[in-house]
């Protein structure tokens, strides 16, 4: 394969005039003078024969061909800085890097004390970014994963067969309720669960848990009475109420002490794995590797959930 003829440079200063809009800023971010910029803006009309900026009044806008590189170049400038900072070893001990890491609340409630702790430790100078989950978890998991450096979400959220992936730890559902509540009795059968009403997590974010997949198979669809973009608040929003939750059981903890008692499913819901997701391009890298093998040791050592069944 032959790259058109452009210097990469460039590229950088295409970057910046497509976001800024105005040669003299792109200029100042990128270390040029309003004259080097004007002239590179010119040779970068020349290459792909389109003006890109077009003054309109006072100001200029993009031209069609912009809008569309701009909407390119934000990940391709990410891509490449990568690619162009690759090294052949990584030495935690003098490394100055940035991981991200993207995942839910619940496993940064279960995974984020013990990474944390893992990473400063063997790793000062590393800095970490423990972002939340966007909808492109679902809608394009492969695009989401070229802006972090790892995903933890569970198997079967979505079907990506040449993504690079690593178990990292199990978890079980546990359905409760207010302890004090009369309307839910011990145990459900399936009319009851699709009657119930239920305080679920990111209904409009995710696509419908590996729980309710398994549930839908039966003919199933829970009622959500209240929506949160939360695993780790779930259990204390049904207090006072007959609402009932379905939630991880590395989050439940002991039950009495929350005020709250189990109610038996009707079914044996699949198990929840949590799974670490890469990117293609991150196969090579060391540093990728080093933090990929940092977050298998720390799910080695969790211990196994301890759920108190009180009624």
Do not use: K
């Not at 409630?109 to 100078?125: E, I, K, N, S, Y």
């Not at 780790?232 to 007959?242: C, F, I, P, Q």
């Amino acid at each position: 394969m032959e790259l058109p003829s452009l210097d990469l440079n460039l590229v950088v200063v295409l970057h910046a005039l497509l976001e800024e809009r105005n040669v003299t800023r792109a200029g100042e971010r990128v270390g040029l003078s309003q004259p080097g910029t004007s002239s590179a803006l010119a040779r970068l009309r020349r290459h792909f024969d389109d003006p890109l900026l077009e003054r309109v009044g006072t100001v200029y806008e993009l031209t069609p061909l912009a809008q569309a590189l701009q909407g390119q170049l934000g990940s391709t400038m990410e891509q490449l800085q990568r690619v162009l900072a690759a090294q052949p070893r990584f030495d935690p001990g003098t490394a100055e890097r940035r991981f991200t890491v993207a995942c839910s609340d619940s496993v940064l409630t279960v995974l984020g004390p013990g990474l944390v702790a893992a990473v400063t430790r063997a790793a000062p100078r590393v800095s970490l970014d423990l972002r939340s989950l966007d909808a492109r978890v679902v809608t394009d998991p492969l695009a989401l994963l070229r802006d972090v450096d790892v995903l933890v979400v569970p198997r079967g959220l979505f079907s990506l067969p040449d993504v690079p992936s690593v178990e990292l730890y199990r978890d079980r559902w546990v359905c409760a309720t207010w302890r004090g509540s009369t309307a839910v009795g011990d145990r459900l059968s399936l009319a009851d669960v699709g009657e119930a009403r239920w305080v679920m997590p990111f209904q409009e974010l995710l696509m419908a848990s590996p729980a309710d997949a398994a549930l839908a198979t039966l003919g199933v669809d829970r009622h959500c009475a209240v929506r949160v973009e939360s695993f780790s608040v779930l259990d204390r929003l049904v207090v006072g109420t007959d609402l009932l939750v379905l939630f991880h059981e590395r989050l439940a903890g002991d039950l009495t002490a929350r005020d709250l008692r189990v109610v038996e499913l009707p079914v044996q819901l699949p198990p929840i794995t949590e799974t670490a997701w890469s990117h293609p391009s991150r196969r090579l890298d060391p540093g990728h590797r080093w933090l990929l093998d940092l977050l298998t040791e720390v799910s080695a050592g969790l211990d196994q959930p301890t759920t108190s069944p009180s009624r």
